[in-house]
């Protein structure tokens, strides 16, 4: 229970970085991000084998952030687990600041590959995790995609791939918080059932509660177990989690608060944290 209780005391901070960066951006994506917070979380301190020290260690794992517009995430991320300043969120989007809009492969300390457009993140991901297979290399591939970006059909092209090549490397997570930038996702263009879709490239399913550490843990380490076959992890998860105005809301897709909205925000925030040092 103590270690579950500070991966979610290190989730509340990451969404606390995540709207920081945003408001100081006046732009940027931050209901996507803060869905995804608690898996950032469990894949950064908990699964992947990095070092912030060593960011381009020849057997680190890799991970991919398919729906590249979360980076606010992706960056807070990093920041809290020593790749950067934390107090660097504060430049997200600035012009000169190495934190881009999207994620930057070649700026950005911890990132091992650079997305933006949609459903080319997983074709990336998958690539690697062929080419950990060709050199006999042991590290494992994550790639992080959203509930609307799977509509692209990208995404199933490298799904078949992965599934063919029986890469069990390979950990695909969706977010699936059920909204995209126009509104629910199954009004836009329904990708349901995503489960199944997946199972029938040969994947290894898992459906969890994105926000419930113990089901995130279970998820990854089956993922670890399985063999023959690549892994998707469905994670259900609330759009702008956390911040009371943000969530199940498709209007925060891609919008920053203004300053009394931020003051909002964070007061959820330090609420919740301060729920979390009563447990």
Partial sequence: MAIKLELMMIANEIRKSIVTGVFHAKSGHPGGAL?????????????????PKNPKKADRDRFVLSKGHTAPGYYATL?????????????????????????????????????GSLGQGISAAVGMAISAKLSNEDYR?????????????????????????????????????GLQIDGNIADVCSPYPIDKKFEAFN??????????????????????????????????????????FMEDKASWHGAAPNAEQYAVAMQDLEEVGEALCQM
Avoid at 157 to 176: Q, Y
Avoid at 222 to 229: N, P, S
């Fill in 79 to 115: 920041a809290h687990r020593g790749f950067f300043p934390v107090e660097d969120m504060k430049t997200l989007r600035r012009v000169g600041s190495y934190l881009q809009g999207h994620p930057d492969m070649k700026h950005i300390p911890g990132v091992d590959m650079s997305s």
């Fill in 203 to 244: 994947f290894h399913v898992i459906n969890i509660d994105g926000h419930n550490f113990d089901e995130i843990e279970g998820a990854f380490k089956v993922a670890r177990a399985t063999k023959g076959q690549p892994t998707a992890i469905i994670a259900n998860t609330v759009k702008g989690k956390g911040v009371s």
């Fill in 35 to 51: 869905s995804a917070a608690d898996i950032y979380t469990y894949l950064f301190f908990g699964e992947m084998n990095i070092d």
């Fill in 141 to 177: 591939v994550y790639t992080l995609l959203g509930d609307g970006e799977i509509q692209e059909g990208q995404v199933w092209e490298a799904a078949m791939l992965a599934g063919h090549r029986n890469l069990d490397n390979l950990v695909v997570i969706v977010d699936n918080n």
